[in-house]
């Protein structure tokens, strides 16, 4: 069965500094994986997808993630930290035709 | 471009009473449709899907039914609400899958219930 572990529930970092959120997955095919953020009391919308072709995947607002198949990993990173990222992220695996959640990382920046 | 919708954005409904939320998609035909409870620190559950008018598939047995009786529209509802039914309520939407489809869905704004 495929799955989604989000190492770290909550990051804090100061802003202008760089965010790493940690993703590891579990598939037995080749995967799709995603991110998404969740503002409060907003809907999730989708930062970036991977779908087996280029390994760094490039999202929207600065945000990357880089597919690793040696370490089953799917990180996030983004250079610079804005307070607008805080927000929830969760990395997200397909799974026989539905999506697969992570428990989700809670980001602070901090001014 | 597609939008999705959902109404209403918040709701305050009391123990024992009905329960009927909507979403409704724009810009797309035949999409798949998803409902998704966002309890509090609980992430999120897949309540049902939908591949086509009337096919609805649960996953969870609960309090809750979902109807779909348009091809771009989608109710969830409830006879009863019970307390704990209360949390962050999303719709979702898909392409139909093909060969070398990747997934992803994309959400509404969601409705947020509170059931006292």
């Known amino acids: 069965a495929q799955s989604v572990t989000q190492l770290d529930s909550h990051v804090s970092v100061s802003e202008g500094t760089p965010v790493l959120l940690r993703c590891n997955y579990s598939?037995?095919?080749?995967?799709?994986l995603f991110w998404y953020v969740q503002h409060p009391n907003k809907g999730l919308q989708l930062l970036l997808k991977y779908t087996s072709a280029a390994t760094l995947v490039k999202g929207i607002n600065g945000f990357e993630a880089e597919f690793k198949k040696s370490e089953t990993s799917f990180h996030l990173t983004k250079p610079s930290a804005h307070m607008s990222d805080a927000a929830e992220y969760f990395c997200v695996v397909n799974g026989k035709g539905k999506l697969v959640f992570g428990a989700g990382t809670i980001l602070r920046v901090k001014s | 471009s597609q939008t999705i919708h959902q109404w209403p954005a918040t709701l305050v409904q009391p123990v024992g009473s009905p329960l009927s939320l909507e979403c409704t998609v724009e810009g797309t035909s035949n999409p798949n449709l998803y409902w998704y409870r966002q309890a509090a620190g609980r992430g999120l559950q897949l309540l049902f899907y939908s591949v086509g008018i009337g096919q609805i598939s649960s996953e969870v047995p609960q309090n809750l039914s979902a109807s779909r009786p348009q091809d771009r529209q989608f109710i969830l509802s409830s006879k009863k609400l019970l307390l704990s039914d209360s949390g962050f309520y999303l719709c979702?939407?898909?392409?139909?899958?093909?060969?070398?489809?990747?997934?992803?869905?994309?959400f509404g704004p969601g409705t947020r219930l509170t059931v006292t």
């Open positions: 979702a939407w898909s392409f139909i899958r093909t060969s070398g489809s990747s997934y992803e869905q994309y």
């Open positions: 598939s037995s095919y080749s995967p799709s």
